[in-house]
């Protein structure tokens, strides 16, 4: 097998992260890495410490080369890249990065934080970008406009309303360079046309689980586990609960814990419904659950959460909205709830009557380690091969 030296760039990188994405860049980087190519990742600390006022606890990264951004300016250099797109630190930096390591690929993530200036080709070597979300098509990155999803693209109006403050490189964004951008999901890939044009939809993998899963104590429940903020669908979730005689346990932290903690106290909804906080073993209680939930109220790519419970055999409910119902639909479109009829449904939700061994097959057929790899390394040494590629 060719070995390959790549460098990625991501705002986050764990410990340092805030979401999905950057466990996605540490999968990708460990799995390249355990197959022999050589793998460094640049990330920002300062664009965590700007998100985040607690200092992540150090982990060590194996056989992937990590190389953490910390600027004199601190928070203002992530700020500086934001609104101008920019950064001298940060292209200075990665420049000495790309000489020293003379890549064969580039892959850039979400670089929100760092600028779209590193789609600037320093030399010959496949520049690659994965969609994560929709940074290049909506200042949110989120494609949300008043608590729906947005068609209009009236950015300038939608950025006042929103109170963030205005990205001034927008008009001035060239994606040219780019030989392949993978968008994990067919949806995100119809929000790219006309701003990006090698495209293909590679969706998310995730490891196999652990082996060995202790048992949660737990049984007949239903399962949210995700970040408790109010585009996650966590509010509803809970009031269509509050109409049925399910089991419901919810893991994650977020802006909501409180007021999710004390409806549940003042709803006298206990034990029937549990806040369980955030917890470190989460594989048991997925592995138990009756079903995972994802009402998301915003079109999510590909969330990891999803592929997790299938490679468990877990079935996973979902909402309609972005890339979700791309993974789900693969088990069964049942299991494919319309936004607008979350409350409905959820309120007299049936335990999924699906073999765990056909969920199973469905995550090592679509989702597995093995199947992204083989396409991936394809795409980096071939890319995209021509305009709008779909995954077969």
């Known amino acids: 097998m060719e070995t390959l030296r790549f460098v990625m760039t991501s705002t986050f990188y764990p410990p340092y992260h805030l979401g999905g994405d950057a466990v996605h860049v540490k999968y990708l980087a460990e799995e390249l890495a355990r197959r022999g190519h050589e793998v460094h990742v640049m990330f920002s600390r300062d664009a965590y410490r700007l998100k985040r006022r607690n200092e992540a606890e150090s982990l060590k990264h194996g056989r992937v080369q990590v190389h953490s951004l910390e600027s004199p300016y601190g928070r203002l250099t992530p700020l500086k890249a934001y609104a101008f797109g920019n950064s001298s630190y940060v292209l200075k930096q990665y420049r000495k990065l790309v000489d020293e390591v003379n890549p064969n690929v580039v892959h850039h993530h979400n670089i929100s934080l760092l600028g779209h200036g590193l789609f600037q080709k320093l030399a010959e070597y496949r520049q690659m970008y994965t969609a994560h979300d929709y940074w290049l098509a909506c200042q949110r990155n989120d494609m949300m406009r008043k608590g729906r999803l947005c068609k209009e693209r009236r950015c300038k109006s939608c950025v006042i309303s929103s109170g963030r403050p205005p990205q001034f490189w927008r008009s001035k964004l060239n994606t040219k360079e780019l030989d392949c951008v993978i968008c994990p999901s067919g949806f995100m890939q119809e929000q790219l046309k006309g701003i990006v044009n090698n495209t293909t939809v590679l969706p998310n993998f995730v490891p196999d689980p652990p082996e060995k899963i202790v048992n949660s104590g737990k049984s007949d429940f239903f399962l949210f586990i995700g970040v408790m903020e109010p585009h996650k669908g966590v509010m509803e979730l809970l009031d269509a609960f509050t109409h049925n005689k399910e089991t419901l346990l919810i893991i994650g932290n977020g802006s909501l814990a409180n007021e999710i903690t004390r409806r549940i106290r003042d709803e006298n909804l206990s034990p029937r419904i549990q806040y369980l906080g955030w917890v470190r073993d989460k594989w ?43 993974v789900v639909g693969k088990i069964s479109e049942k299991l494919v709830i319309p936004v607008g009829d979350l409350g409905t449904r959820l309120a007299t939700i049936d335990r999924p009557n699906i073999p765990r061994d056909t969920i199973i097959r469905v995550f090592q057929d679509n989702f597995s380690t093995k199947r992204y790899l083989k396409k991936y390394l394809e795409l980096a040494s071939e890319g995209c091969r021509g305009s709008m590629n779909t995954l077969k």
């Open 284 to 326: 048991s209680y997925v592995r138990d659950a009756n079903a995972v939930l994802i009402p998301s109220l915003w079109p999510e790519n590909c969330p990891l959460v999803a592929l997790e419970a299938m490679s468990l055999g877990t079935p996973v409910i979902c909402s309609d909205m972005g890339g979700t119902k791309e």
